[in-house]
C-alpha cells in the first residue's frame, strides 16, 4: 500500500498532549495492517502568532496542500487578541472547501453513570451525529467594526451552500441505516432559516424511506436535554451547530469525548480532523487531558477518507472496551466507583491502544 500522508497540527495547550495519543493509534493500525503512513508536524496556533504575527505561516499552509489528511488538537493561548490563533482553522476549512462539520455524539453504555441526565431521559441511549454546515453563515466573518462603536456580522447562505449540506445529511443517514432526520433553524426569525426549511422541506421528497422533521434552534436545545434519545442525524448550520455539539457532548461525559471531522466529500479534496474541546491552558502540560476525542477523531479519519468502516469499528470498540475500567479526571464520576481508574492522557491513550490491538490481532 502506498503511505498515506498525514498533517499533525498539534497547536496549543493541550493539542500537544493529545494529538501524540492519535499519531500512536495510527501506528498502531500500521502495525497490524497493511496501512503505512508518513506523517508531517505543522506548527499553527498562538506560540505561532506571538513569533510570526501568523496562526499559520504561508509556508505552512502550501505544505498542508501536498499531504492527504490532516489531524488537529487546539489552538489558543491566553493573552492573545480574539480569534488570532484559531483563524488558522478557519482559513483550512475554507482554502480547503471542508464544507462538512461532522460531530457524533455516543453515550458509551459503561459510561451512563457519567450522564447528567436521569435514567428517564437516556433510555436506550444516545446515540447520534450532528452534521453542521462549515463553510457559511455567521462564522463566514464577514462584516467588521466601526470606530469601536458598532460592529457588525453577516449571516449569509447561498442554495447551492445549504444544497449541497443537506445532499450529504440525507445520504449520510441512509448509509448509516437511520430512519430519522432532524433540522434544526430559527425560521420563524431569521430569513436564512427559512431558506434553509424551505430547501430541507424540498430536498427530503427525494427521500421517501427518511422520516423528516424540523426544529426551532430554541426548541432543541430543550429537547436535546429532555429526549436526546430520539435524534438520529441532526443537520443545522454553522453556528447552532457548534453550540448544540458542545452541549450534546456534555451528556455523554465531557467535550474530551467529542470527535469531529472537518470535511470536504470530493476523493481528491483535503479533509482535517480534530477534537471539539479547546487548547485548555489550565491544564496544559499535566498529562491529565482526555485523549479520546482525539482517537475517535482518527476513527472518523478511516471511515471518511479511507472508507474502511471495519477500522472504525474497531478504535471506537477499543475506546468502549478501554473506559469500562479507565478515565481520566474529565468523565471520571463524583461518586467513586472502586471497578474504575482515574488515570493520565498517555494512560488512557496506552489502554485504548491495548484494546485496539486485541481486535486487529484477531
Known sequence: MTPISIALIEGDGVGKEVVPEGKKTLETISQYTDYKF???????GGEVWKKTGQSITEASFEKLKTVDTILLGALGIPGLPQGVAEYAVLRI????????????????ESMRD??????????????????????????????GS??????????????????????FAFDYAVKNQQTKITSVDKANLLYTSQMWRSIFEEEGK????????????????????RSPYDFQTVVTS?????????????????????????????????????????SAPDIAGQNISNPIATVLSVKLMF????????????IDTAVENAVKKNRTPDIFPRMNNSKLLQVSTQKMGGYIRTELEKLLKK
Open 38 to 44: 508518513n506523517f508531517l508536524n505543522i506548527s499553527a
Open 93 to 108: 476549512r475554507q482554502e480547503f472547501n471542508q464544507y462538512v462539520n461532522l460531530r457524533p455524539i455516543k453515550l458509551y
Open 114 to 143: 457519567i450522564c447528567p441526565l436521569k435514567e428517564e431521559h437516556i433510555q436506550s441511549g444516545i446515540d447520534m451525529t450532528i452534521i453542521r454546515e462549515n463553510s457559511e453563515g455567521i462564522y463566514r466573518r464577514i462584516g
Open 146 to 167: 466601526v470606530q469601536d462603536r458598532t460592529s457588525i456580522d453577516s449571516m449569509v447562505f447561498t442554495k447551492t451552500g445549504v444544497q449541497r449540506i443537506l445532499h
Open 206 to 225: 427525494k427521500y421517501s424511506n427518511l422520516t423528516k422533521e424540523s426544529f426551532y434552534i430554541d426548541a432543541f436545545c430543550q429537547w436535546l436535554i
Open 238 to 278: 454553522n453556528m447552532f451547530g457548534d453550540i448544540i455539539s458542545d452541549e450534546a457532548a456534555s451528556l455523554v461525559g465531557s467535550l474530551g469525548m467529542g470527535a469531529s471531522g472537518n470535511i470536504n466529500p470530493d476523493p481528491e479534496g483535503i479533509s482535517m480532523f480534530e477534537p471539539i474541546h479547546g
Open 303 to 314: 471511515e471518511h477518507v479511507f472508507d474502511d468502516p471495519y477500522i472504525g469499528k474497531a
